[in-house]
């Protein structure tokens, strides 16, 4: 496995992440107590830890927090970076501390390595939402601070609610089929050394669907056989040395193949080549 820093966190983490969001079906039924394909969900998890990936994202609203912890039993936590979110209607002060010591029970750990806010939440100050996160901090339940699914004024509103921490990663959808931060969070991620977690990096399959025939045969010509997934992976680790793909981990089959996205690089005529081609889709 290909490890880097995670922005300015110091703490060297897996090129490619696991991500635990399977969808609203899942999401319903596991509030009700049922967990379809909840055996092979772990499996596909344990086959990424087992060969090195370290980081794994979670929330308390994908109902998948439990299936991690489960995973990571018998693996070094020290050695694991594990990611969750606190949902949008839990952003009040004491709701932040309660929905971070929910995150830690389901999950079994003793401390959360990037405890994230889900979504903004223009009903409740962002400086009282920060200032728990904070708290969090002090007492060691938390080590970094991340934001998902703000745009770049809401990142630099929270990170201008900070007093003592900074904003340590943001989580955006970003593949070769949704470039949109390209444009203002990905620079400011650069400069500012935030890490970005990509979601959906696969473009909801379609990047495994419709990828030309041609441009895998170019990367195969330099790279040995690949898949469209791994090129796509790829493409995201190749261009950016802060962005940390992470594609579901629903399928062991699917998680082995992910392991193969990392360990090389695209050359500069390649990403010109595929970027070409999908901007012209």
Not at 12 to 34: E, F, K, N, Q
Not at 173 to 195: C, Q, T
């Amino acid at each position: 496995m290909e490890y880097r820093l995670f922005g300015k966190s110091g703490v060297r983490v897996s090129a490619i992440g696991m991500g635990t969001y399977y969808d609203p079906l899942w999401i319903a039924a596991s509030m009700i107590g049922l967990k379809p394909s909840r055996n092979r969900k772990l499996q596909a998890l344990r086959v990424g830890l087992e060969n090195g990936i370290n980081l794994i994202d979670t929330a308390e609203i994908y109902g998948s927090e439990p299936i991690v912890g489960e995973a990571i039993r018998g693996f070094n936590r020290d050695e694991l970076f594990i990611a969750t979110k606190v949902w949008p209607s839990h952003l009040k002060y004491d709701s932040v501390i309660k929905a971070a010591q929910g995150s830690l029970r389901r999950l079994g750990v003793k401390y959360i390595d990037l405890y994230q806010i889900h979504f903004p939440n223009r009903r409740v100050p962002i400086e009282e939402t920060m200032r728990a996160m904070e708290y969090l901090v002090d007492k060691g339940i938390v080590r970094f601070i991340g934001l998902s699914n703000f745009n770049l004024n809401q990142v630099i509103e929270a990170q201008q609610a900070l007093k003592k921490y900074e904003v340590t990663a943001l989580q955006l959808p970003y593949s070769l089929v949704d470039r949109r931060i390209e444009g203002d969070i990905i620079p400011y991620a650069k400069k500012e050394n935030i890490a970005i977690l990509c979601y959906y990096p696969l473009g909801h399959g379609r990047l495994v669907r419709e990828f030309p025939s041609d441009l895998i045969n170019l990367v195969k010509s330099n790279h040995g056989d690949k898949t469209p997934a791994q090129i796509a992976l790829n493409w995201i680790i190749s261009k950016h040395e802060n962005a940390f793909p992470i594609p579901r981990a629903s399928n062991p089959i699917h998680v082995r193949e992910n392991l193969d996205a990392v360990g090389w690089r695209l050359s500069e005529e390649e990403i010109k080549a595929i970027e070409a081609w999908f901007q012209g889709k």
